[in-house]
């Protein structure tokens, strides 16, 4: 069982940065692939971003693509998004989530693909 605790959201103008951090629990958190997802009202959820077990491989949705940037210490157990640029249209509850890899390669972008989410963190940018 992996537990997942976000923090770092709030409210930022338009233009400004928020760093988003996901802690996770257990020891083996180096063989779990990870990624954002967010999700605005009215809206499904989508993934903004997600990283192989190792870092080594990133992806982005074409929305945040040069201005979000996703990143992992696995020795604090850590998976970080950086925001940067932040448009209102990022308003949304952001939440991680992990599972465990196939392979060194793998990232995932689907919400069923996930075994394990945080409680989520709202990203309010007013214009």
């Known amino acids: 069982q992996v537990q997942l605790v976000e923090s770092g959201g709030g409210l930022v103008q338009a233009g400004g940065s928020l760093r988003l951090s996901c802690a996770a629990s257990?020891?083996?958190?180096?063989?779990?692939?990870a990624g954002w997802f967010r999700q605005a009202p009215g809206k499904e959820r989508e993934c903004v971003a997600a990283?192989?077990?190792?870092?080594?491989?990133?992806y982005y949705a074409d929305s945040v693509k040069g201005r979000f940037t996703i990143s992992r210490d696995n020795a604090k157990n850590t998976v970080y998004l950086q925001m940067n640029s932040l448009k209102p249209e990022d308003t949304a509850v952001y939440y991680c989530?992990?599972?465990?890899?196939?392979?060194?390669?793998?990232?995932?972008?689907?919400?069923?693909?996930?075994?394990?989410w945080g409680q989520g963190t709202q990203v309010t940018v007013s214009s």
């Open positions: 989530a992990t599972r465990r890899s196939d392979g060194d390669w793998y990232y995932y972008t689907g919400v069923r693909q996930y075994d394990y």
């Open positions: 257990g020891r083996t958190f180096s063989s779990y692939a």
């Open positions: 990283i192989t077990r190792s870092g080594g491989s990133t």
